[in-house]
C-alpha cells in the first residue's frame, strides 16, 4: 500500500504521519535534553568507503547507485558511518550528537522486513569514562522508549577479544581470530585449526621442505608464470608462514574451552564480572570494565539485577562494535525488528580517521517500529 | 493461438543441442524463414510458440511467466534471479552444456590449496596493498553468498562480463570466479582451481515458470512430453 511505511499501515499522510513526526520529533528533543547537537549527514553515500569498512558482504544489504561524476554511492544503510565521518572532519574531541531520518537495507527475498525505515539515534564521542558514557548511552534510549513492553539484553565483545588476548600462541594467530569475531563460524574454524594438527598435503609438505632447503622461490617461479599484483616475495613470505604455523605448538583443550566459556556466558549485568572471573580468571582487566559499567549502569537508575547479559550478543550485526553492546526487543511481537539497540565502536572511528581515533559510543530506536509496538499509528 | 510459450537459446551450440533433446524425445523443432531469423515452430504443436531469445535473458521471462518453459543454465538461473526456487521449477537437466563456476588462483600462488589459505591471503593482500583482494567475476551474487558462506573477508568483487582468465595478467584483479567446463582457459591463463572453490556445478536445464499462466497451457504441456 502506498501509505504504508516500515511496521505500520497509515503513516504517510494525516494523522499516521503526524504520529511518527511526533514521535521522532519527541525521541529528538529527549537526546538534545541530554546535551545531543542534532546532526543531518547524507543520505547517498560514497560506496568505496563503506565497501572498504564492511567488506563486499554490504552489497547484499545496502543500496548502491551510480553517478557518472561521483562514481558509486550507496544509500545510507546506517547512520554511524557518516556521523562518525563529520565528527572527525570537525575536529571536535568530545560531543554528543543526535540525528534521525531513513535508512534504507536491501533484505533477502521472501523477507518482509522494510528496505526502508526510520532510525533515530543519540552518539556520545571522545568522552573519558567509557563506563559512564555507555551507562549514558543506555539509560538515555531506555528512557525514551518508556514504558513500551521491552526487554533489554546487553553484552560485551570486549570479553572475545581480551579473551584472544589472552591465548597463549603467537600475534599472527590472535589477528586471525580477532579479524573473524564477527563471522561464527570461521572463527570456530581458526580455533579448531589452531588446536588440530591436520595432516598435510603432499604438494604443501613439499612446499614447507623447500622453504627449510632455502629452494621456496625458485619453486615458486618455477611453477608457472608469475602475473598480478601478488609477486613472488609476497607468496614466498606466506610459505615461510605456513612452515612456522606448522611448527607452532597447537593450542592446548584449555585454551579453546576458555575462549567457549567466554562466549557462551550468561548472567546479569550485576553478576557478569563475577560469573568471568570464575571462568576466566586471568580476564581480570575485562572483569574490571564489566564491574565499573555495572555500577555505572546502576548509578544512572539500572536495576543491573534483572538486565540480561549475554557474551556473544551483537556478535554477527555489522562488524563494528567492539565492546559494550546492547538491544532492546519486543517479546509480544515477533514481527518486529529490535526496537532499539547500540553499543560501542571505538575501533571504527580510528578506521575512519586514518589511526586517529575517539572513544565513541551510541544507539538507535526505531520510531516506527516504537509506534506499532503501541498500537501503531492508525 | 498459442497457449504455451517455450523459450530456446536463439542460436550456437546450445541451440542445436537443445534441438537434439527435444528430437530424442520425439519432438520435432524446426527452425523456420532464413537462418539468421530468429523463428521457429514445434511441428504437430500449433498452440506452442517458439521463441528465442539469448541464454541470458531466459532466467528473466520465466521468473516474469512471459514464458512457460525455457532451456537456459543453471548458472544463470541462479545469478540472476535471487530466491529463484519460488518462480522457477527445474524440470530436468539435460546433459549438456555443462560448467562449473569455480575460484581460481594464479598457478604460482603455491601457498594456496584452500579456501582457507585464500581468506588468509586476502587479509595479508590488502594489510600490504591498502585495498582488499579483487575478484573478477560477473557471477556476483553467487560469488558473494558462497564466500559469505565460508566466512571470507577482505575481498572485493570487480566486474568482468568476459575474458575474466585475463584480468589477472591485466592487474584489474587477483583471482577469478568464472565458468569453466574443460579448465583449458584457465590453464591457458596459468591459473589454477582452488579444490573446494567450486562454486556451482551447472549444466543446461529445462525449467518451468511457477508464475506463468498455465490454465490452457498445462494440456499441451502434457501432450508435449507424454504423447
Known amino acids: ?378 | 493461438m498459442s497457449v504455451l510459450k517455450l523459450g530456446l537459446p536463439s542460436k550456437g551450440r546450445l541451440q542445436e543441442l537443445t534441438i537434439d533433446w527435444f528430437a530424442e524425445r520425439g519432438i520435432t523443432i524446426e527452425r523456420t524463414g532464413s537462418g539468421r531469423e530468429y523463428a521457429g515452430r514445434v511441428v504437430g504443436f500449433d498452440d506452442i510458440e517458439l521463441v528465442l531469445l539469448s541464454a541470458g535473458e531466459i532466467p528473466k521471462e520465466l521468473a516474469a511467466g512471459r514464458i512457460h518453459l525455457g532451456v537456459t543454465g543453471q548458472d544463470l538461473v541462479h545469478e540472476k534471479i535471487p530466491g529463484w526456487q519460488d518462480k522457477i521449477t527445474e524440470l530436468t537437466e539435460m546433459g549438456f552444456g555443462h560448467a562449473d563456476l569455480i575460484l581460481a588462483v594464479p598457478s604460482n600462488w603455491l601457498d594456496v590449496e584452500s579456501i582457507d589459505d585464500f581468506d588468509a591471503v586476502a587479509a595479508a593482500f590488502r594489510a600490504k596493498h591498502g585495498y582488499r583482494l579483487r575478484i573478477a567475476t560477473k557471477y556476483h551474487n553467487l560469488v558473494r553468498e558462497f564466500l559469505r558462506g565460508h566466512g571470507v573477508a577482505d575481498y572485493q568483487l570487480v566486474d568482468s562480463q568476459g575474458a575474466t582468465e585475463g584480468t589477472v595478467k591485466n592487474l584489474t584483479a587477483e583471482a577469478v570466479a568464472d565458468i569453466t567446463s574443460s579448465g583449458d582457459t584457465l590453464v591457458a591463463n596459468h591459473l589454477k582451481i582452488l579444490p573446494d572453490g567450486l562454486i556451482l556445478k551447472s549444466q543446461a536445464t529445462l525449467f518451468r515458470s511457477n508464475v506463468a499462466d498455465w490454465d490452457e497451457g498445462i494440456d499441451t504441456f502434457g501432450r508435449l512430453f507424454h504423447k
Open chain 1, 1 to 378: 500500500m502506498v501509505t504504508s511505511r516500515a511496521y505500520l499501515e497509515n503513516g504517510r499522510l494525516g494523522q499516521g504521519l503526524a504520529d511518527v513526526r511526533t514521535e521522532v520529533g519527541r525521541l529528538m528533543s529527549g537526546f538534545i535534553a541530554n546535551g545531543a547537537q542534532p546532526v543531518e549527514p547524507a543520505a547517498l553515500l560514497p560506496a568505496y568507503v563503506l565497501i572498504d569498512l564492511y567488506g563486499e558482504d554490504l552489497r547484499a544489504r545496502a543500496y548502491t547507485t551510480h553517478d557518472p561524476v561521483e562514481g558509486e554511492l550507496m544509500l545510507r544503510p546506517d547512520f554511524t558511518v557518516p556521523v562518525v565521518q563529520i565528527h572527525m572532519a570537525n575536529g571536535a574531541s568530545a560531543a554528543r550528537y543526535a540525528y534521525a531520518g531513513s535508512v534504507w537495507r536491501r533484505q533477502e527475498v521472501g523477507s518482509k522486513r522494510p528496505t526502508e525505515y526510520l532510525q533515530a539515534g543519540f552518539e556520545v564521542f571522545g568522552g573519558n569514562d567509557p563506563a559512564a558514557d555507555d551507562a549514558e548511552v543506555f539509560a538515555v534510549l531506555a528512557t525514551a522508549l518508556g514504558d513500551l513492553p521491552v526487554m533489554p539484553v546487553t553484552g560485551d565483545l570486549g570479553l572475545i577479544f581480551a579473551a584472544i588476548d589472552a591465548l597463549d600462541t603467537n600475534e599472527r594467530r590472535k589477528g586471525a581470530l580477532r579479524r573473524h569475531v564477527w563471522r561464527p563460524q570461521r572463527f570456530k574454524r581458526l580455533l579448531e585449526r589452531y588446536s588440530a594438527k591436520a595432516p598435510l598435503s603432499r604438494e604443501r609438505e613439499a612446499l614447507l621442505q623447500s622453504v627449510k632447503d632455502g629452494t621456496a622461490r625458485e619453486i615458486i617461479e618455477n611453477s608457472g608464470a608469475a602475473q598480478g599484483v601478488r609477486t613472488i616475495d609476497e607468496i614466498a613470505a606466506r610459505a615461510e608462514i605456513l612452515l612456522s604455523e606448522k611448527e607452532a605448538a597447537s593450542l592446548s583443550e584449555a585454551a579453546v574451552t576458555l575462549v567457549s566459556s567466554v562466549l557462551n556466558l550468561k548472567s546479569t549485568m550485576g553478576t557478569a564480572a563475577q560469573e568471568l572471573r570464575k571462568v576466566a580468571p586471568m580476564l581480570g582487566g575485562a572483569a574490571d570494565q564489566l564491574d565499573a559499567r555495572a555500577q555505572a549502569l546502576s548509578d544512572a537508575g539500572i536495576d543491573v539485577s534483572v538486565l540480561p547479559f549475554e557474551a556473544s550478543y551483537g556478535r554477527t550485526t555489522l562488524e563494528y562494535y567492539d565492546g559494550f553492546v546492547f538491544g532492546f526487543h519486543a517479546p509480544d511481537r515477533p514481527d518486529l525488528p529490535q526496537i532499539a539497540q547500540g553499543g560501542r565502536y571505538d575501533a571504527l572511528t580510528r578506521v575512519l580517521g586514518d589511526g586517529k581515533g575517539v572513544p565513541a559510543v551510541g544507539g538507535i530506536i526505531r520510531p516506527e517500529a516504537a509506534l506499532a509496538l503501541k498500537g501503531g499509528a492508525s
